[in-house]
């Protein structure tokens, strides 16, 4: 394309551009009601991995307290 094309087809984007938009009320008016966040169950879920990790290096330290008892012992 040449240069002149560019810039009309970029001149004319931006008049097309500038025609559509929607107009901004600047009163904070909206037609909705205010937003009520749904309940995810995210909560339940970070508690379990919580729960989870601790349960795991408890096991990992329980692991290693044995083998070191082991050899101890042996």
Excluded: Q, W
Excluded at 55 to 70: M, P
């Amino acid at each position: 394309m040449k240069k002149t094309n560019i810039l009309l087809v970029s001149i004319l984007t931006i008049v097309t551009f500038s025609l559509l938009k929607s107009p901004v009320l600047a009163d904070g008016y909206t037609p909705y009601g205010p937003h009520i966040p749904e309940d995810t169950g995210l909560v339940d879920g970070m508690v379990f991995n919580i729960v989870a990790v601790i349960t795991y290096l408890f096991g990992i330290a329980s692991i290693g307290v044995s083998k070191i008892l082991s050899n101890k012992i042996d």
